[in-house]
T-cell receptor
């Protein structure tokens, strides 16, 4: 089955530690995204990547870093600089990086819940 | 403005009733308006989407109504079922690269 795999599903971290969340897709999608979900705040874009070896900051990139060395992989590192990292993190992908509006449908993974102790 | 404002935050509907969720936007350049459905512990999934050249789109029990002049769009769930209980997000984007702007979500509970 094609889809997006996020791991781990649950992660606990001590303050001051960096953690990396994995996101792998086998949909052959060009674009990949990381969103953060907090209660009452919807989905906020952290980083996105349109092609391999290129990525852009989203609305809340501070304290996060990403890499895109392979088309199918887009890991997110939550650094110790992120002041409030406890959240549900969602990775998504889409088949196109532009063109007509409506052409890009996001496919989401099942998410990773990070808790800082 | 990039915001999409969604209401209500939560909604309880009896089985068989109509669920209505509303969204409003400011950016007139938005030209794609999807709704995503998210079940607990899962990622959101596209439910239905509309473009501003039509005022309504229906897929089964789900209908999007779009009012371009008022810059508002809404999701109607007819004959709501307990299996519809989920969080619903509206979103919007404009031409070119599809950077979706999401609403804050509505948690729907359909009581048996």
């Amino acid at each position: 089955d094609g889809g997006i795999t996020q791991s781990p599903k649950y992660l606990f971290r001590k303050e001051g530690q960096n953690v990396t969340l994995s996101c792998e897709q086998n949909l052959n999608h060009d674009a990949m995204y990381w969103y953060r979900q907090d209660p009452g705040q919807g989905l906020r874009l952290i980083y996105y990547s349109q092609i391999v070896n290129d990525f852009q900051k989203g609305d809340i990139a501070e304290g996060y870093s990403v890499s895109r060395e392979k088309k199918e992989s887009f890991p997110l590192t939550v650094t110790s600089a992120q002041k409030n990292p406890t959240a549900f993190y969602l990775c998504a992908s889409s088949p196109r990086t532009g063109g007509l509006s409506g052409a890009n449908v996001l496919t989401f993974g099942a998410g990773s819940r990070l808790t800082v102790l | 403005q990039q915001q999409v404002k969604q209401s209500p935050q939560s909604l309880i509907v009896q089985k068989g009733g109509i669920s209505i969720i509303n969204c409003a936007y400011e950016n007139t350049a938005f030209d794609y308006f999807p709704w995503y459905q998210q079940f607990p512990g899962k990622g959101p999934a596209l439910l239905i989407a509309i473009r501003p050249d039509v005022s309504e789109k229906k897929e089964g029990r789900f209908t999007i109504s779009f009012n371009k002049s008022a810059k508002q769009f809404s999701l109607h769930i007819m004959d709501s079922q307990p299996g519809d209980s989920a969080t619903y997000f509206c979103a919007a984007s404009r031409g070119g690269f599809q950077k979706l702007v999401f609403g804050t979500g509505t948690r729907l509970l359909v009581s048996p």
